[in-house]
């Protein structure tokens, strides 16, 4: 009875991969196109090692990545590992807590040569995940995709290296601060300053509380079929300003104001006094 | 015919070493999120990097960087320091990377990065390349929805000075040089490869609302005025303790001044004295004597940068209240709404 239970044929620990997402960070994305613009003449695509950490909850957290170089023959992978382990020592010296999470290659899916690479890195860490980025664009979208393996063993016997795919999170915190205005476009001239930034904003308030005006009014007369979702969203946000009585307002605005105002007055006085102050300090005549 | 080309190809080079004045810093996004996430993970600590790139008429473009680890002060750890930039320096050129020192980065609180030491890397990497530029972020400033990036470099005329020493209020007047004219911010421009470019638009579909707009939003300026003006605070502190120095620098002058005429008259009229006995007149100076000495001038840099700090803070309540009115006439027309 025993005997017959190894020989079944058993996919790996399945229940450690079930809940398992990988987060990328945009950076890792950058950096992986960045290297496939760059990469040598005859190079198909690029390979390289992704740094991170795995958090509690058995998110794989993609916080960096470099590329390593390699030699692709018809079913053979030369890695360069000596340089994967010099960049991974000075990787690590700047921020220890990132450890190897895993693996990229650019292009769409798993290949055949993908396997020994992940064998590779099965050694350098327990479980790593295959990230694939499509540049090529070939199905029309450019499709991230990430991987972990899954044993497939008859017995004790490993038979192979199933890949199984993983969902992706490539929610872009980073890049949202930065603006995608500066990163989507190919070339930006100049560095949206404080006012210009406010000002686009103000726009963007205003269209769209304009947009929902727009669909209030609909709604009321008829025109647009009303949708119960859409109404309690709004009466939410509208519900969630403070009420307060314009008094009480006024004093809260007012003293805001004050404070701004004194905090202008100050400085631009310790401005005045700057420049008197270097026409004395320059002007003073030694003898 | 070959003497001409050969002297044409001398003027060439020689009129290429008359340099266009550097106009623009081109940075890769690439450049900016790895700046970002390197200085924001190790903030409040104050971190610094190289950028990488490459020099192509007036425009610097920056195509890659590495962050440094964080220094300490250890003599082995500092030529390990050495060790790893080479080495990434060679990692990054074997995968085709431009490995071209253009400058480095650093981080800031709240802008106060005009120190000696600042000017000090500075000149050490003008050294060894002909223009470089040091690109400051603040995390900090970032919270509030804007990018704060900087280009910074020195300006020629400072440079000159700094580098003979010169820097007395004499040489100051002569050059005109005043605080202003230390640094000089240049214009950055960013710029994204088309695959990158096609990858955003992919990923992220317009959206009408931003993380930076929820931050530019937020109605609580006053942590941040509140630090900027304890910062203000000391460093007119700062600047008033080096004002004093001058005072006193010209007061202890103007002091050895008088001592000095009073001696002189003392040996004018001892002379007529000798001259009416019919001896040696004595001469008219006396070396030795502890009142001709030279009272050294006090260094005017630390003020000048104290002053440019301050400046810095001044400017960024103007711009942090300025946003500020701008959200409370907003949210008091919302609220009037």
Redesign the interface.
Known sequence: MAVSERTVLQFGPSSATASLTAKV???V???I????????DQAERVIGTLLGSVLPDGTVDI??S??V?HNEFSDQVALDIE?HH??LK?HL???PQEAIVGWFSTGLGVTGGSALIHEFYSREVSNPVHLTVD?S?GSG??T?KAYVSVNLSLGDRPLAAQFQEIPVD?R?????????D??????????????E??EV??E??L??INDVYKYVDDVVEGRVAPDNCIGILISESVAS?PK?SPPV?DKL?ND??Q???L??Y???I??TQ?SL??KL????Q?? | MANTMARSFLQAVATEEVATPLRVVQI???V???I???CK?FSPALVTGQLLGLDVGSVLEVT?CF???IQEEDEEIEADGAN?QL??MR?LR????DNNTVGWYQSTMLGCFQTVELIETFMNYQENIRRCVCIIYDPSR?NQ???A?KALKLSDSFMDLYRNNNFT??K??EKNL??VDIFEEI??????????????????P????????Y???QLST?PF?ERN?EF?IEC?DD?SME?QK?QFF?RS?SRQ?AQQQAWLQKRRDENKARKAAGEEPLPEEDPANPIFKPIP?PP?LE?FLI?NR??N??NQ??????????R?Y???A??DN
């Not at chain 2, 074997?94 to 990377?97: A, G, H, P, Q, Y």
């Open positions: 960070n945009p950076l994305i950058f950096n196109c960045d290297c496939f613009v760059r990469r040598p916080r960096n470099y590329v170089p340089y010099t960049m000075s010296k700047v921020n540049t664009f979208e450019g991230i490539l872009m915190i980073e890049a949202e601060r930065v603006g995608f500066i990163l989507k476009t190919t070339a930006v001239d100049k560095l949206p300053s404080d006012m930034g406010m904003l103000m963007r308030l269209s769209l300003l307060l307002f605005i805001n104001l404070d701004q105002l905090l202008v100050l400085s631009s310790t401005r700057l102050a270097e300090n320059t002007a003073a030694l003898p | 890769e996004g690439l900016i999120l790895k970002i996430k390197h993970e890659n962050p440094f680890p790893y080495e990434m990692c074997e995968v085709n990377v970032s929805g804007a990018l990036l209020g004499e100051l007047r005043s605080w214009p950055i421009k960013v710029s994204n490869s088309a695959l990158i470019s096609a990858f955003m638009t992919e990923l992220e317009d959206t009408p609302v931003t993380q930076g707009d931050d530019r939003l006053n005025l003006m203000l007119m600047l004002q001058f010209y002058q001044q001038e005017r003020s002053t301050i400046a803070y001044c309540i103007n711009g942090v209240t300025g946003q500020s009115f701008n409370l907003l949210t008091k919302l609220h």
